[in-house]
């Protein structure tokens, strides 16, 4: 079976709806990993999810010209439910009822730094993971810059946040001492931001150095058994997760 | 109860009720595409959803509750019509108030152009992809608001995806592209 087939096109979906548990998440991950094809795929899906959200953000103005008059009849609402306040439902969290999982995790599951810049005010989590497993010069300079921005505006706002950069395959290099095109700026970064931490994938690591390659980390950078076991656990942690 | 306490109240009710008009005209024009016919069922919602309030047994699930009354407005009104809300043109263009008139404009063909799309859909794909997109509810909300497996939640999902996929494929890419270019 090619990999295609292993993640059905309802499994696509529902991932990037947010609607698998943490094992299948992982699962599809795991498979995203290793299939460039599967990735674009996700990534067609989001784009269509985001041009259907677009597509209705400014229904067209309600009619004028409807049968009775609207605007009185809404009127005449909001004072029935007046009445109906006593009985308590009115007060409570009306619109705040998320998606079935919980807010941090159905969030994470479709996070990319888009959706995250979108949404950061109204989000509550100050934990931030961010996951980094493409070695190309582009997604890892923009990885940097994003964690850099993040960071910096969290400090202008005041507000207290922690961001961990998960490495896992190509995008390990990032975090290598020996590859040191990015070891200057992460350092630099780290020095002002104490609150960045850095993860590296020991399955990656493993692999690399069966092969017969030497891998340096940079100083402090923290060994988690897999990636993925770095970023299931975050996830239940309620972190926000994304994609670099 | 003192008096200043009853108008805060109101205040609040109002504001709610501002809420939920926005909500259920969206989805309402999101299931029929035609405004005045959004604006009546959306009302129509909320009327029936004060007269059950007492119904309402769990606040968290008042969005969802409060959906699915609106699908069973469209889903009498279709019956009552004797005929589908398959709904056909769409209508307007969204007035031109972006940046610049060039992305407002691409910006405003591409929601015209998405919204054929969805409205070539099967009712019932058309409300659960439109649930999931526009107002991000969970699978399980979805099979509550129209009354379906879960199951088939997920597979309405997918095939109504594939079906948008294959209808706005060539006019994703131009269009996104202009979309791009004009804001630069």
Redesign the interface.
């Known amino acids: 079976m090619s990999e295609e087939h292993k993640v059905s ?2 499994l ?3 991932f990037v ?1 947010g ?1 698998l548990d943490a094992a299948e998440w992982a699962r599809v991950a795991q498979f995203m990993e290793g299939d460039p094809a599967l990735r674009e795929d996700v990534g ?2 989001r ?3 985001d ?13 004028s ?3 009775r008059s ?1 605007a009185a ?2 009127k005449s ?2 004072v ?3 009445v ?2 006593a ?9 705040r ?5 919980d807010p941090a995790s ?1 969030y994470a599951l479709r996070g990319d730094w888009h959706a995250l810049r979108g949404d950061w005010r109204s989000l509550d989590g100050n934990h931030v993971l961010v996951h980094v497993s493409s070695g190309s010069r582009e997604a890892l300079t923009m990885a940097l810059d994003e964690v850099e921005d993040l960071l910096r505006s969290a400090h202008a706002a005041r507000r207290s946040v922690e961001v961990e950069i998960v490495a896992n395959s190509l995008g390990l290099d990032l975090l290598r001492a020996d590859a040191s095109a990015y070891a200057a700026r992460i350092a630099a970064l780290r020095r002002e931001f104490p609150e960045l931490s850095l993860v590296a994938c020991g399955q990656t690591l493993e692999r690399r150095r069966a092969g017969g390659g030497q891998v340096t980390l940079l100083p402090g950078t923290v060994v988690a058994p897999s990636a993925l076991d770095q970023i299931v656990k975050r996830l239940r942690g309620g972190w926000i997760y994304v994609r670099a | 109860m003192r008096i200043s306490t ?1 108008f805060g ?2 205040a ?3 504001r ?2 501002e ?3 926005e ?1 259920l ?2 989805m309402a ?2 299931w029929c595409h035609d ?2 016919l ?3 069922l959306a ?1 129509e919602a ?2 029936k959803a ?1 007269r059950r ?2 119904q ?1 047994r769990d ?6 509750w409060l959906l699915r009354i609106l699908a069973n407005c469209v889903r009498d009104h279709a019956r009552l019509r004797r005929e589908h809300v398959e709904l056909g043109v769409v ?2 263009i ?2 031109a108030d972006g940046p610049t008139p060039e992305e407002a404009q691409a ?1 405003a063909q ?3 152009r ?2 054929r799309a ?1 409205g070539e859909l099967p009712l019932g794909q058309r409300q659960a ?2 649930l ?3 107002e ?6 979805v099979g509550e608001i129209l009354e379906i497996p879960i199951g088939t939640v ?2 309405r ?2 095939r109504a ?2 079906a ?2 294959e209808r ?1 494929a060539s006019f ?1 890419s131009e269009a ?1 592209g202009a979309r791009l270019r004009s804001v630069k």
Not at chain 1, 87 to 95: D, I, K, N, P, S
Not at chain 2, 59 to 64: D, I, M, N, S, V
Not at chain 2, 136 to 141: D, H, N
């Open positions: 096109d309802e696509r979906s529902a709806d609607q067609e899906l784009m269509l999810k041009m259907v959200r677009h597509a209705y953000a400014v229904p067209p103005a309600r009619a010209h409807i049968r609207a009849g809404w609402l909001a029935a439910a007046v109906f306040a009985a308590g439902w009115f007060g409570h969290a009306w619109w009822a998320g998606p079935a999982l159905a | 009853i109240r109101r609040a009710v109002r709610e009720l809420a939920s008009r909500l005209y969206r024009y999101a405004a005045a959004a604006e009546d009302h909320a009327e004060l309030a007492g309402l606040a968290e699930k008042l969005r969802a209508e307007d969204v007035a910006s591409l929601a015209l998405v919204r969805v992809v439109t999931v997109d526009l991000g509810c969970s699978y399980a909300e997920m597979s999902v997918c995806r594939q948008l996929r706005l994703a996104l």
